[in-house]
């Protein structure tokens, strides 16, 4: 089992950042890839960026540029920069991990940008 706990959502004004983190405990040993999913209201959940173990990443092509991915695999987090805000990336984000046996989500922090 992987226990996921995220920080670092709120509330912004458009062109600003904000700076996500979810720490993983438990079954840390297994982890391979991480990242992050997204849901806004009344949309599917989205893929945002992930990044796996060797450090190669991925990001949806609305926040290519914007968005950074990263991982400290000593504290067994990835972190999820991001920069220039608009208001369409307001949602609810979630981490995501997966292992050789399951993928793990958080609980979900809340972005909300503000025009």
């Known amino acids: 089992q992987v226990q996921l706990v995220e920080s670092g959502g709120g509330l912004v004004q458009a062109g600003g950042s904000l700076r996500l983190s979810c720490a993983a405990s438990?079954?840390?040993?297994?982890?391979?890839?991480m990242g992050w999913y997204r849901q806004a209201p009344g949309k599917q959940r989205e893929l945002v960026a992930t990044?796996?173990?060797?450090?190669?990443?991925k990001y949806a092509n609305s926040v290519k540029g914007r968005f950074t991915i990263s991982r400290d695999n000593a504290k067994n987090t990835v972190y999820l920069q991001m920069n220039s805000l608009k208001p369409e990336d307001t949602a609810v984000y979630y981490c995501?991990?997966?292992?050789?046996?399951?993928?793990?989500w958080g609980q979900g922090t809340q972005v909300t940008v503000s025009a």
């Open positions: 995501w991990v997966t292992t050789s046996l399951a993928q793990y």
């Open positions: 438990g079954s840390i040993f297994s982890i391979n890839a």
């Open positions: 990044i796996t173990t060797g450090v190669a990443v």
